[in-house]
């Protein structure tokens, strides 16, 4: 994985384990790959890897299993789909507004574009 310097790394991690969640990778009710294997996918500290898994973990989306490692909750789907939703509300929402108003986009030019795409 390659990372950028806008988000802290942890942070990236824990996209990717949500992008993990949301697309079907890790599954509701099984073991997600342990830390080991993730700082090694990864090429980062296990610390990284565990600060990211702590977010999740208090999310409640996964859960420690003692001696086995992590298991996504049977419903870490929709916990991380809602945390995404708010997420995307919060702070993408109010940058695109930005975006928008500088460039002078106005509401009825996205609103024909979202229209087109709900007909895809």
Same mark, same amino acid.
């Given at each position: 994985m390659e990372f950028n310097d806008n988000k802290p790394i942890y942070r990236? +991690? #824990?996209d990717y384990a949500f992008h993990c969640i949301l697309s079907g990778v890790w599954i509701s009710g099984e073991m997600i790959p342990s830390v080991r294997e993730l700082t090694a996918e990864l090429g980062v500290n296990n610390r990284t890897v565990l600060k990211a898994l702590d977010e #999740?973990?208090?999310l409640h989306a996964i859960e420690s299993r003692r001696g086995m490692g992590f298991l996504l909750a049977k419903n870490g789907v929709e916990i991380v789909r809602n945390e995404r939703k708010r997420e995307f509300f919060e702070k993408t929402i109010p $940058? #695109? /507004?930005e975006? &928008? &108003? +500088? #460039? $002078? /986009?106005?509401s009825d030019e996205v609103a024909t574009i979202l229209s087109k795409a709900d007909n895809k």
């Open positions: 990236q +991690i #824990l #999740l973990q208090n $940058g #695109l /507004i975006e &928008m &108003m +500088i #460039l $002078g /986009i106005t």
